[in-house]
C-alpha cells in the first residue's frame, strides 16, 4: 500500500512543469512586434511652397520699317538679348494626391515601390521682369533720343505630376524615398515691348513715334519632375510626409509684332516697327507636407506559438 502511494506522488510531481507550462502559454501568449506594411492603395492632402527660379526672356527683333536707318536697326538692337524675366515669384501650393505602394525585402533590405499622382493649385505665383535700354543715333546726324522697355510676367496656376517612387525603411514605420517622372502645370505668360522714339534737334525734329506690341501667352507645359522625401506611419494606417520635388516644365514661346505711331509732326504716320521672337524656362522649386490614408494596411500583433 505504501508502494502504491509513493509511485502516485512521482508521477504527479514528474508532470508538474508539463502543466507549468501550458499554463503559462495559455496565460502569458508571446507576440510579435507589430508590422507596418506598405502595401496597397493611399490617398492624401498637401500643402506648402513653391519658388519659381529666375528664367531670363531670350528675344531677338528684327526691323521691318523701311527705308531703315541706324535709329530703326538700333530699336531692334535694343529689343534683342538675353537678361528680361521675372524674379524668383514665392506662392502657396496645395492639393491632393494618390498612390499604390509594394514593399519588399532583397537581400535582408526593405524596400517600397509604387507610382503617385498630384495636382495641386497655385495662390500668388505670378512674376514680374523689366528692362530699360537707352540709345542715340541717327542715320541723318540729327539728335534723337531712343528708349526701351520690354516687361515680363508670368505665373503658374497649378501643377501636377505623375511619378514613380523607391525608398527603403530604415525602420518598419519610417520610409525614405526618391522620386521623378512627369510633369504639367497652367502656365501664363505676358511679354510686352515699348519704345519712344523723340528727335530732339535738326531739320527733323518733333517728328517723334511711340512703338508697342505685347503678346499673351496660356497653356498647358509638360515636364519633368525629380525629388526626394521622408514619411513616417504616425498609426497603422496614417502616414505624415515632408517633401522636396523640382520641376521644369519647359520653354515658353512667341512672336511680338512692335507697331509704331507717330505723333507731333509725324501725327498719322502708322505702321509695323519690327517683330520680336521671345522664348524663357518655367521651373522652379516645391516644399511642401502632406498626409496619406493607407486602405491595404495593417499592424495587429501576430501571436506566436
Given at each position: 500500500?505504501?508502494?502504491?502511494?509513493i509511485s502516485v506522488s512521482l508521477l504527479l510531481i514528474s508532470n508538474i512543469p508539463a502543466y507549468s507550462a501550458d499554463l503559462a502559454t495559455l496565460k502569458s501568449p508571446v507576440t510579435a512586434p507589430p508590422s507596418y506594411l506598405w502595401n496597397g492603395l493611399y490617398a492624401g492632402l498637401n500643402a506648402g511652397g513653391t519658388l519659381a527660379n529666375?528664367?531670363?526672356?531670350?528675344?531677338?527683333t528684327w526691323n521691318v520699317y523701311q527705308p531703315a536707318s541706324n535709329a530703326d536697326l538700333t530699336l531692334s538692337a535694343l529689343l534683342s538679348g538675353s537678361g528680361s524675366g521675372p524674379s524668383g515669384n514665392a506662392g502657396f501650393i496645395g492639393g491632393g494626391q494618390i498612390?499604390?505602394?509594394?514593399?519588399?525585402?532583397?537581400?535582408?533590405?526593405?524596400?517600397?515601390?509604387?507610382?503617385?499622382a498630384d495636382i495641386q493649385g497655385i495662390a500668388a505665383s505670378g512674376g514680374n521682369g523689366s528692362r530699360w535700354i537707352a540709345s542715340n543715333t541717327d542715320n541723318f546726324?540729327?539728335?534723337?533720343?531712343?528708349?526701351?522697355?520690354?516687361?515680363v510676367n508670368t505665373s503658374l496656376s497649378y501643377l501636377g505630376t505623375v511619378r514613380t517612387r523607391f525608398g527603403w525603411l530604415p525602420t518598419p514605420a519610417l520610409l525614405v524615398y526618391g522620386t521623378g517622372g512627369l510633369a504639367?502645370?497652367?502656365?501664363?505668360?505676358?511679354?510686352?515691348?515699348?519704345?519712344?522714339w523723340t528727335t530732339t534737334g535738326g531739320a527733323q525734329a518733333g517728328q517723334n513715334s511711340i512703338?508697342?506690341?505685347?503678346s499673351p501667352y496660356s497653356s498647358t507645359q509638360v515636364g519633368w519632375s525629380a525629388g526626394g522625401g521622408v514619411e513616417w506611419m504616425v498609426f497603422p494606417n496614417v502616414s505624415a510626409k515632408a517633401e522636396y520635388l523640382y520641376y521644369d516644365l519647359g520653354n515658353v514661346?512667341?512672336?511680338?509684332?512692335?507697331?509704331y505711331y507717330g505723333t507731333n509732326l509725324f501725327a498719322g504716320n502708322n505702321g509695323i516697327q519690327n517683330i520680336t521672337d521671345y522664348?524663357?524656362?518655367?521651373?522652379?522649386?516645391?516644399?511642401?507636407?502632406?498626409?496619406?490614408?493607407?486602405?491595404?494596411?495593417?499592424?495587429?500583433?501576430v501571436a506566436s506559438k
Amino acid at each position: 500500500m505504501n508502494l502504491f502511494k509513493i509511485s502516485v506522488s512521482l508521477l504527479l510531481i514528474s508532470n508538474i512543469p508539463a502543466y507549468s507550462a501550458d499554463l503559462a502559454t495559455l496565460k502569458s501568449p508571446v507576440t510579435a512586434p507589430p508590422s507596418y506594411l506598405w502595401n496597397g492603395l493611399y490617398a492624401g492632402l498637401n500643402a506648402g511652397g513653391t519658388l519659381a527660379n529666375n528664367s531670363a526672356v531670350n528675344s531677338t527683333t528684327w526691323n521691318v520699317y523701311q527705308p531703315a536707318s541706324n535709329a530703326d536697326l538700333t530699336l531692334s538692337a535694343l529689343l534683342s538679348g538675353s537678361g528680361s524675366g521675372p524674379s524668383g515669384n514665392a506662392g502657396f501650393i496645395g492639393g491632393g494626391q494618390i498612390g499604390y505602394s509594394s514593399q519588399m525585402s532583397f537581400r535582408g533590405i526593405n524596400l517600397v515601390t509604387g507610382g503617385e499622382a498630384d495636382i495641386q493649385g497655385i495662390a500668388a505665383s505670378g512674376g514680374n521682369g523689366s528692362r530699360w535700354i537707352a540709345s542715340n543715333t541717327d542715320n541723318f546726324g540729327n539728335p534723337v533720343s531712343l528708349l526701351s522697355n520690354q516687361k515680363v510676367n508670368t505665373s503658374l496656376s497649378y501643377l501636377g505630376t505623375v511619378r514613380t517612387r523607391f525608398g527603403w525603411l530604415p525602420t518598419p514605420a519610417l520610409l525614405v524615398y526618391g522620386t521623378g517622372g512627369l510633369a504639367y502645370g497652367g502656365v501664363n505668360a505676358t511679354v510686352e515691348n515699348a519704345q519712344l522714339w523723340t528727335t530732339t534737334g535738326g531739320a527733323q525734329a518733333g517728328q517723334n513715334s511711340i512703338m508697342f506690341g505685347n503678346s499673351p501667352y496660356s497653356s498647358t507645359q509638360v515636364g519633368w519632375s525629380a525629388g526626394g522625401g521622408v514619411e513616417w506611419m504616425v498609426f497603422p494606417n496614417v502616414s505624415a510626409k515632408a517633401e522636396y520635388l523640382y520641376y521644369d516644365l519647359g520653354n515658353v514661346s512667341g512672336s511680338i509684332v512692335n507697331n509704331y505711331y507717330g505723333t507731333n509732326l509725324f501725327a498719322g504716320n502708322n505702321g509695323i516697327q519690327n517683330i520680336t521672337d521671345y522664348s524663357g524656362r518655367i521651373s522652379g522649386n516645391i516644399i511642401r507636407a502632406g498626409v496619406n490614408y493607407h486602405f491595404n494596411i495593417t499592424s495587429m500583433p501576430v501571436a506566436s506559438k
